[in-house]
């Protein structure tokens, strides 16, 4: 197991990004959530999830992130994920849950960091 790790950083208008890296799976996911659930607090308008470094998902990391998406819809924030590797975006697809996220290839620029 390679672990987990997260940074979280303030963009441009007050967006939060929280870039993963390693593998977000049962071991970490809760984890992960917590963390989340902290930036959420503070009720940014938008949160940007950067799966770009992230190696491995499981389904319980899947769970957190569709967990994300509704209270995001319910708190009235924007969740923007930017997309990871292959094999990630291959879980979304396989999972039929790759439409109901926003996913963008790379970080807007107007979303740069600050």
């Known amino acids: 197991m390679q672990g987990f790790g997260l940074t979280i950083e ?12 390693g593998e977000l799976d049962l071991a970490h996911a809760y ?7 902290r930036v959420e607090e ?13 190696r491995f998902m499981d ?5 957190r ?3 994300a ?4 819809r319910r708190a009235g924030h924007r969740l923007l994920l ?7 975006q291959r ?9 109901a996220f926003e996913m963008v290839s790379e970080l807007p620029l107007a979303l740069s960091s600050r």
């Open 31 to 37: 984890t992960f959530d917590e963390e989340l659930r």
């Open 10 to 21: 303030e963009l441009d208008g007050g967006a939060i990004r929280i870039a993963l890296r």
């Open 82 to 88: 930017v997309k990871g590797s292959p094999n990630i």
């Open 69 to 72: 998406r509704r209270r995001a």
């Open 59 to 63: 389904s319980c990391g899947l769970a």
């Open 91 to 99: 879980l979304f697809a396989l999972s039929a849950v790759d439409e």
């Open 42 to 54: 503070a009720r940014p308008p938008c949160v940007v999830l950067d799966l770009r470094e992230l």
């Open 65 to 67: 992130l569709l967990a």
